[in-house]
């Protein structure tokens, strides 16, 4: 077991640089399966997550080479068309490879994921998205089997814009015949990457970014090289970070377009950010204007943000409401952060934050991987000493965040237990 233990009441200063997305990574790397050549992927960020996701390629068929940030997935020219249910456990994005196992092998089963923490989060939207494009889908024994000897391009239509569901229909959408229309598609930068690394393959896929994304079908994809976006998440979690410690931090290397929604309601809440070339700076006094959110489908406020927004919050002056549109069961966090004198009502999907001066160190326990970040800043804010448990979640999704926080004068370790 490993803990962090962190001294609050520093201010954060000094310059940090991003690194690049997992939740673009993830789809890209399993993207290499609709090919038989070498990708070369770069930028890539060391996480657990990552790690996952490599090891269920390798399983399936794929040699892997790593050095530093830049992963070459090669071909042994064997593909397997199944997902273990000990690797999908361990996380949802694994059932990202039945959209390119389905449009090369026309047959692929994989492991239902479970629910977690944050939700039930079913897979019924990228079915139903399959069957259109022509897959006969049986569920049995925990497992689904999609089998569609060629698919064809279909119409679709996502009742919810989601992330995972357009991705994997846009990947088996590649090799479908003829023309495939996503409607009420995901909008998010981390798909605009994925149809970039598609189309430098081979693929023809159009309007990525918007609500209506079209694929042309083709019969075969190529190797390439890309380098992937920065991660945006990670980006939004140091500003908060310089805002709930009444810092001043330079972020580099981050796109700043793809928060838009997130600087908007920081400079609303009194933060003062200033962009010049890729430089992000962050400048805050303590305890900023309440001010509420609510998590919705980007372009608006990112529901992986909402944890991070919420200690904000419990630091500012009155009250704000939180609203949780996207998942159904994200204010794990709320229990934590009321331990460290949070005063945090929650009613449904929102939750009634009333700002306080400060808040106390505690040993806290985090449930997931936006959580475990939120407590990492409640405890830089607060005063004395708070240990953070179930810091496996954190190594999912943060890379080296204990070493960029040092640099910025936090005083955090991580301990063996
Ligand atoms: C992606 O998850 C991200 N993960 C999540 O980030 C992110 O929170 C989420 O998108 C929303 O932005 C990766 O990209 C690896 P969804 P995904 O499908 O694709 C429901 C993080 O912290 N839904 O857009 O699983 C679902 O239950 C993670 O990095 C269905 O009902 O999200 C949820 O309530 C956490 N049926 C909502 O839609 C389906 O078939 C959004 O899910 C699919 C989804």
């Known amino acids: 077991m490993e803990k962090i233990l962190?001294?609050?009441?520093?201010?954060?200063?000094?310059?940090?640089?991003?690194?690049g997305?997992?939740?673009?990574?993830?789809?890209i790397l399993v993207a290499t399966l609709l090919t038989d050549e070498d990708c070369l992927v770069k930028n890539v960020p060391h996480l657990q997550d990552v790690e996952t996701i490599l090891a269920l390629l390798k399983i399936l068929g794929k040699r892997i080479s790593r050095h530093n940030k830049n992963i070459k997935i090669s071909s042994t020219y064997r593909l397997d068309s199944e997902a273990p249910y000990e690797l999908v456990k361990k996380m949802r994005a694994s059932i990202l490879v039945m959209?390119?196992?389905?449009?090369?092998?026309?047959r692929v089963r994989a492991s239902l994921p479970g629910g977690c923490a944050i939700g039930a989060?079913?897979?019924?939207?990228?079915?139903?998205?399959?069957?259109?494009?022509?897959?006969?889908?049986?569920?049995?024994?925990?497992?689904?089997?999609?089998?569609?000897?060629?698919?064809?391009?279909?119409?679709?239509?996502?009742?919810?814009?989601?992330?995972?569901?357009?991705e994997n229909l846009m990947m088996a959408a590649t090799r479908a015949k003829g023309k495939t229309v996503i409607e009420n598609a995901?909008?998010?930068?981390e798909?605009?990457?994925?149809?970039?690394?598609?189309?430098?393959?081979?693929?023809?896929?159009?309007?990525?970014?918007?609500?209506?994304?079209?694929?042309?079908?083709?019969?075969?994809?190529?190797?390439?090289?890309?380098?992937?976006?920065?991660?945006?998440?990670?980006?939004?979690?140091?500003?908060?970070?310089?805002?709930?410690?009444?810092?001043?931090?330079?972020?580099?290397?981050?796109?700043?377009?793809?928060?838009?929604?997130?600087?908007?309601k920081l400079r609303e809440a009194g933060a003062k950010i200033t962009l010049n070339n890729k430089e992000i700076r962050v400048s805050s006094g303590k305890n900023l204007k309440a001010t509420d959110i609510e998590t919705v489908p980007y372009p608006g406020f990112p529901t992986d943000m909402q944890a991070q927004w919420m200690v904000l919050m419990s630091l500012s002056k009155g009250t704000s409401i939180i609203t949780e549109t996207v998942f159904e069961n994200r204010f794990l966090h709320v229990g934590e952060l009321q331990r460290m004198g949070s005063n945090i009502q929650v009613k449904g999907n929102s939750a009634i934050v009333k700002g306080i001066l400060k808040l106390s160190g505690a040993p806290v326990m985090a449930t997931d991987l936006r959580a475990s970040a939120a407590l990492i800043l409640a405890a830089l804010s607060a005063e004395g000493k708070t240990e953070i448990f179930g810091v496996?979640?954190?190594?999912?999704?943060?890379?080296?965040?204990?070493?960029?926080?040092?640099?910025?004068?936090?005083?955090?370790?991580?301990?063996k237990e």
């Open 191 to 264: 798909i605009q990457d994925l149809a970039h690394f598609l189309n430098k393959m081979g693929a023809k896929i159009k309007g990525a970014g918007t609500n209506i994304i079209k694929v042309e079908g083709v019969n075969v994809l190529s190797g390439t090289i890309h380098e992937v976006i920065p991660d945006r998440i990670e980006t939004g979690t140091f500003m908060v970070a310089a805002a709930v410690t009444g810092g001043d931090v330079v972020i580099r290397g981050a796109n700043p377009e793809h928060l838009e929604a997130v600087m908007t």
């Open 121 to 166: 989060r079913p897979i019924n939207l990228h079915l139903q998205g399959f069957r259109k494009l022509g897959a006969k889908v049986s569920l049995e024994r925990g497992y689904v089997q999609l089998d569609a000897p060629r698919l064809h391009g279909a119409n679709i239509y996502l009742d919810f814009p989601s992330v995972g569901a357009t």
């Open 392 to 415: 496996n979640h954190l190594d999912r999704g943060y890379e080296d965040i204990e070493r960029k926080l040092r640099r910025l004068g936090a005083r955090i370790k991580r301990i």
């Open 186 to 189: 995901a909008s998010e930068p």
């Open 21 to 27: 997305s997992k939740n673009a990574s993830l789809p």
């Open 6 to 19: 962190i001294t609050g009441g520093k201010k954060l200063s000094g310059t940090v640089k991003i690194s």
């Open 99 to 106: 959209g390119p196992l389905l449009g090369r092998l026309g």
